[in-house]
């Protein structure tokens, strides 16, 4: 597949290089190219391509956004013609909000022309997204949204990078669950002391 991973911090990072060493071809969506930027020495070390964000959207069939939930809707009103291409919102508005809405996918899908929207890599820390093995066991992933198109684009994702399985939460109207969703993994994880290096697994009996 051909990404744009719009944010290149800690989250954008481990998924450019993940999707990378999983052979999909990942340019990076920057607001100025000629500007300093989070993630330049990542883009410079591992040679992503980047682009001001209009430009590297239109050379890709997949958008990541991976930036602060509360710029959600600025960053949708950035990407240009984005009719059938797939975004996937990796966003938690569980402490700021973006103007106006609820959760970061209804702000993305307010704001572009796209209805292949899904939520999903919102559930765990960026650790997880470099290597989700724990011993022998993958961590699994989920994903919520309306568009099956999305939704397969994001599980073969998940899979590609190393997760387990990748679960289907529901359609729009489970955005925000899913983003009190990784609330828990927050909660487990900083405000409980656990640590980063803990992940979901759903088992089955």
Not at 23 to 44: E, N, R
Not at 62 to 71: C, L, Q, T
Not at 101 to 119: F, G, H, Q, R
């Amino acid at each position: 597949m051909n990404i744009t991973i719009i944010g290149s911090g800690n989250v954008g990072g481990a998924l450019a290089v993940g999707f990378r060493k999983a052979g999909h071809s990942v340019i990076l969506g920057v607001k100025d190219p000629a500007l300093p930027f989070k993630g330049k020495d990542l883009a410079l070390e591992y040679n992503f391509p980047f682009y001001a964000i209009p430009e590297a959207v239109q050379k890709s069939d997949v958008v990541v956004i991976a930036a602060p939930a509360h710029f959600a809707h600025e960053i949708a009103q950035t990407l240009g013609d984005v009719k059938g291409k797939v975004i996937i919102d990796t966003m938690n508005a569980v402490m700021k909000k973006p103007a106006h809405y609820t959760n970061a996918s209804e702000a993305i899908l307010d704001n572009c022309n796209s209805t292949d929207v899904v939520k999903c890599f919102n559930t765990t820390g960026a650790e997880n997204m470099a290597n989700p093995h724990y011993d022998t066991t993958p961590l699994d992933m989920f994903v919520a949204g309306d568009s099956v198109k999305g939704k397969q684009v994001a599980m073969q994702l998940a899979k590609d990078i190393g997760f387990g399985n990748c679960y289907d939460f529901g359609g729009n109207d489970k955005f925000s669950l899913l983003e009190q969703f990784a609330l828990a993994w927050i909660n487990l994880a900083m405000m409980q002391k656990m640590g980063r290096n803990i992940g979901f697994k759903l088992l089955k009996r």
